[in-house]
């Protein structure tokens, strides 16, 4: 296959294609024919969903990545993932999935390899996945949210219907 290619980025896009033309990305024409809210989002969501149980492995090779809700996505829907150790994505993935530091295409698609051959690598990452899925699920969202805007936000005494008047620091 090497010998068709003058590089490995030529590689890379002529595989890219390859697998966009035979797994295509969900049609939202398909979501904007339902009227009801409701309906169409569960229609969304199922549509992408399947697209996730079709993958092998989820990569991210992003440099500015914010938080990745798809690594989180991937990592619940049991994708090894593998992503590049940029912005936010190591505190997303929680000590899961695999960081990369290289990014190059060889480095890559040797761990791609490596990954879907279902061998300890694969089993040690989605063991990783689980860990940090289950850390995710035990987050008290509300009350951690409470806490990073306390120091702008006074704590209400107010009962309900009353108004919270700031304290001046």
């Known amino acids: 296959l090497y010998r068709h290619f003058p590089n490995e980025v030529d590689l890379f896009a002529a595989c890219s294609i390859h697998y966009f033309t035979t797994t295509p990305w969900p049609d939202r024409g398909h979501w904007r024919a339902i009227h009801d809210p409701q309906r169409r989002l569960e229609r969304a969501l199922d549509e992408l969903y399947a697209y996730y149980r079709l993958a092998d492995v989820f990569l991210c090779l992003s440099d500015h990545e914010g938080f990745g809700v798809p690594l989180q996505e991937a990592m619940h829907f049991g994708l090894p993932v593998v992503a590049y150790d940029a912005a936010a994505v190591r505190e997303t993935l929680r000590g899961g999935g695999l960081l990369l530091q290289d990014k190059r295409p060889e480095v890559v698609a040797d761990l791609l390899d ?7 690598l694969r089993r040690a990452v989605l063991a990783s996945q689980a860990k940090a899925i289950a850390e995710i699920r035990s987050t008290d969202f509300g009350a951690l949210l409470r806490e990073r805007l306390s120091p702008v936000i006074p ?4 009962g309900p219907g009353e108004p919270v008047i700031p304290t001046s620091p």
């Open 155 to 158: 704590t209400s005494t107010a």
């Open 114 to 120: 490596r990954l879907t051959r279902a061998g300890d």
